[in-house]
């Protein structure tokens, strides 16, 4: 095979939600990979540092600013993106939030914000970005999911109802689009230590009934997710289309660690 097929060298790339967490670690794949960025937040000054480590790589860094749930932000950032770089060969669906709470505390506000931010801002910005690669006949769309796209948890209603609808949605847009040359698939990665889950971590107790259903007894890193999102993005995709590439160490097949007999 080729190796060339993920080289990214002379793509752009669009990711939301860049100011931190897995933002910055898809994006920073990409960079290394050959792409120049377009990063976007609610707050641009969050993205000058990491548009300045993306730029020290020898990539571009466009900085835009993004509030997925106003539907005229999302109509402002893509008509800039696009007036600054013309063209958009990936996008990266990664803005999202959580409310974590029990289900009977979940207010009709919780609920809203979680899916207004993960499901309907992920459409629209790819049917906003989606315009041109349609036209063009190239694209690639990663949706970011989640290891709830496919698993339940306790304190995660709403955002695995969100979740499990990005995963849905990925297979239809993949449907829509694909005689177009682009192609939609939703990355859904396990349990990584992010800003969202940080206080979960400073759990010893939780890390340890975490870890034990883990086939590898480890949470991820960030490198782990590299490869995929890299994959995802190239041409060496080119026949991936409506899946969900779960990065999430086997913590979906339920397995738990049996004790021994005695």
């Known amino acids: 095979m080729a190796t060339d097929a993920f080289d ?4 752009i790339a669009l990711v939301t939600g860049a100011s931190r967490g897995l933002g910055q670690i898809f994006g920073r794949a990409l960079a290394q990979a050959g792409a120049d960025l377009v990063v976007t937040s609610r707050t641009l000054d969050s993205l000058a540092a990491f548009c300045r480590e993306i730029e020290a790589l020898g990539r571009r860094a466009l900085p835009l600013e993004l509030d997925v749930r106003d539907q005229a932000s999302i109509e402002r950032m893509c008509a800039a993106a696009l007036s600054a770089c013309e063209k958009i060969d990936v996008l990266v669906n990664n803005a999202g939030c959580n409310v974590r709470k029990p289900a009977l505390e979940v207010t009709w506000d919780d609920w809203n914000t979680i899916l207004d931010t993960n499901l309907r801002g992920t459409f629209f910005v790819a049917q906003g970005i989606a315009r041109q690669m349609v036209e063009r006949r190239y694209g690639r769309i990663v949706n970011i999911g989640s290891v709830t796209s496919v698993c339940g948890y306790a304190g995660l ?3 695995g109802a969100s979740r499990g ?13 694909g005689p177009y040359g682009v192609t939609v698939n939703c990355l859904a990665p396990g349990w990584f230590k992010t800003e969202q889950n940080r206080a979960l971590y400073e759990s010893p107790g939780w890390v340890e009934y975490l870890t034990d259903r883990i086939p590898l007894k480890r949470p991820g890193k960030p490198s782990d997710l590299e490869g995929a999102i890299v994959f995802l993005a190239s041409d060496a995709s080119q026949y991936v289309t409506g899946q969900t590439i ?4 086997g913590i979906s097949t339920g397995a738990v660690r049996v004790p021994p007999r005695t």
């Open 246 to 249: 779960l990065i999430d160490c």
């Open 8 to 11: 990214l060298t002379g793509k």
């Open 157 to 159: 209603g709403p955002y």
């Open 165 to 177: 609808g990005v995963r849905q949605l990925t297979m239809s847009l993949a449907d829509d689009w």
